[in-house]
């Protein structure tokens, strides 16, 4: 046989190989997808288990899953407010489920208005005659806002609980870029816009202190108050008046400072708790292990319970996280994919149309891209109704003026009606390399913008004048949508936050409820009765490979690893403090336009971001956070 006959067979042999290896790689992997799908054929009678190993949100971000394979690391789970009410309130009725069991041990928190959706959601299964159990190793504020509307509560002995109420500090870097030579140059509309002032300050200015005291303890009431009506045996004035006495009076024993005050009920191990919760829903037949119990979990339960298609669709369209042009999200509100899925609808023949709004702010130009959009269904005359979430506030409540109707809860966050822009320039840290700049122009513009060089007066005046225009037309967005006169806008605008109750004795909103009243005034408006609409949600269902994902990569994940007590609470804020710096440095650094964007808004922890944090300025926050 001829020397290129050998080399042939060869090639042959290999391509082969390579078709086999690829098709074998190819079933194992269709085999992986189809079962990491949710089957509704594994409900059984006993308990409800929920494992919230994450976050509560309003939209699951999306995973790439060519970033998450090569980083080794599954992103952060998330729970969305949603599914968790609907499965709560399903349980409820359900006469599989005997008791809901709630695992908090590596819960890592939610935002104040979804923590109290699904506080009010588990009353509901209390109400129905079903107990409800959690479980952590330790708790704090947002663990404990859920456990307050458990029957039972329990913690580990090693274990504990502490309150430590909203507030706390923010990061400043006005002092490190000027020991850099950058001069951060600001564009803003509004007394109280403190989303620059991290870039030119070294702490608050006294308007944007007032404004977050007010905003903060408005906060803090409503959470006592959802605590105490849902747990009045908890001594909270106990544990926040003098906490230093509340643990030493339990010997530092913080389970038992606890229990003390009411905050838990029971001391006990997960396998006492299983016990606990075997003994109400049933004991497992599928597994003897210490502490095992007859259990649904959340995915299988969700999918057998489905939803309701019957009668004619409300749509829901979703704008959550932070606002910001292009196609991201889910989880992020890109201005270009939810203007399309809202364009998409538009011969759906919906009859009303629901906007549910969790975001802080972002870009002007996709807020007002979203906004047109949603006009356009305005103009077909079907009604509109806007349902805020934990914060609607800066380009999120530019959106929320399209609606006929505003919903909001005592704790939503909204207002924050001012707009800004940030641009870093590097005259001083050129020149401080011996870098200089020279050259001619033909008009005030040549050469401009410069970012070594400088702005030219020219530039900045027209900087700001294009500022002051976006914000007259978000006074105007206001003023048209709320019928309240430009002048009374401005005077409660500002950049200023409010909480809800504020909110709408101001007028920005109109009542107090959720998303459910959001979607039952809809119907009624569109002269619907019960039984005669269903809830469509316009968008992509999030992928099987999500499950999978998780799955390859879970026992890498960092910040869904094991329980935590107090200790490791305080590690994991640690590790999202230095996170914080690099992204805040990054938000400076990116190339963006004109931000209606809230500073004092909580900042939700994503899974995983949309964009890789880049820029020579965020380089320098990641090597401060080592």
């Not at 019957?310 to 889910?330: C, F, L, N, Q, R």
């Not at 994902?549 to 230095?578: C, K, P, Y």
């Amino acid at each position: 046989m001829s020397f290129a006959g050998k080399v042939w067979r060869l090639l042959v042999g290999i391509k082969d190989g390579l078709v086999l290896l690829f098709m074998l790689l190819f079933f194992a992997l269709l085999f992986a997808v189809l079962s990491a799908r949710p089957s509704p054929g594994t409900v059984r009678d006993g308990a409800l288990l929920i494992e919230l190993d994450g976050y509560v949100v309003e939209e699951r971000a999306k995973i790439d899953p060519l970033q998450a394979l090569l980083s080794q690391q599954a992103p952060v789970a998330e729970y969305e407010v949603g599914e968790l009410v609907s499965a709560l309130d399903a349980a409820a009725g359900d006469d599989r489920i005997k008791a809901v069991a709630i695992d908090l041990s590596r819960f890592l928190g939610g935002g104040q208005v979804h923590l109290q959706e699904v506080g009010e959601a588990m009353a509901r299964v209390r109400d129905a005659g079903k107990p409800v159990l959690t479980y952590s190793f330790a708790y704090a504020d947002d663990g404990l806002h859920l456990a307050a509307h458990a029957s039972e509560v329990w913690v580990d002995p090693i274990g504990g609980a502490i309150v430590a109420g909203p507030g706390g500090s923010y990061l400043f870097y006005g002092d490190l870029l000027k020991e850099y030579g950058v001069n951060a140059r600001v564009y803003r509309v509004g007394t109280f816009k403190a989303a620059t002032e991290p870039y030119t300050r070294s702490n608050f200015s006294e308007p944007a202190r007032e404004n977050m005291a007010a905003l903060y303890g408005a906060l803090w009431e409503e959470w006592q108050a959802n605590v105490k009506k849902a747990r009045a045996a908890a001594r909270l004035d106990l544990v926040t008046g003098d906490p230093v006495a509340w643990v030493q009076s339990a010997r530092g024993d913080l389970a038992q400072a606890a229990l003390n005050a009411g905050l838990v009920d029971k001391l006990g191990d997960r396998t006492q708790w299983g016990a606990r919760v075997a003994e109400l829903a049933g004991e497992d037949s599928w597994s003897d292990a210490p502490g095992a119990f007859a259990s649904t979990e959340l995915k299988p339960y969700l999918a057998d319970i489905g939803s309701d298609r019957s009668g004619k669709a409300i749509g829901i369209i979703t704008v959550a996280g932070e606002v910001v042009d292009g196609e991201a999200g889910p989880g992020t509100a890109g201005g270009d994919r939810i203007a399309d899925l809202l364009d998409e609808a538009l011969n759906d023949d919906l009859a009303a149309l629901v906007v549910r709004i969790d975001t802080p702010g972002g870009s002007v130009t996709a807020s007002e891209q979203i906004r047109r959009a949603i006009l356009r269904h305005k103009a077909k005359g079907i009604p509109i109704a806007v349902s805020m979430g934990n914060v609607a506030a800066s380009a999120g409540y530019s959106i929320a003026t399209t609606g006929d109707r505003i919903f909001a809860q005592p704790e939503t966050i909204t207002g924050s009606i001012g707009v800004f822009a940030v641009i870093p320039t590097f005259e001083d840290t050129a020149a401080r390399f011996g870098i200089n700049a020279d050259g001619v122009r033909t008009t005030p513009l040549s050469g401009q913008p410069d970012l070594i060089a400088g702005f030219t007066p020219e530039v900045d005046a027209i900087l700001q004048a294009s500022v002051e225009d976006s914000y007259a037309d978000f006074l105007r967005h206001v003023s048209d949508g709320r019928g309240i006169s430009t002048q009374e806008v401005d005077r409660i605008a500002q950049g200023r936050v409010w909480d809800g109750g504020s909110a709408r004795q101001l007028g920005l909103v109109d009542q107090f409820g959720g998303l459910e009243d959001a979607l039952e005034w809809a119907a009624k408006q569109a002269k619907l009765g019960k039984g005669e609409w269903h809830a469509k949600r316009l968008g992509t269902p999030p992928s099987s490979y999500d499950s999978l994902i998780r799955q390859l990569l879970v026992d890498n994940a960092e910040d869904s690893g094991g329980q935590a007590d107090l200790f490791g609470l305080m590690a994991r804020q640690r590790n999202a403090t230095f996170a914080q710096i690099a992204t805040d440095l990054d938000r400076l650094a990116r190339v963006q336009g004109v931000q209606a964007y809230c500073l004092e808004c909580p900042r939700e922890v994503r899974a995983a971001p949309e964009t890789g944090i880049t820029g020579w300025l965020a380089m320098l926050g990641r090597l401060i956070a080592r």
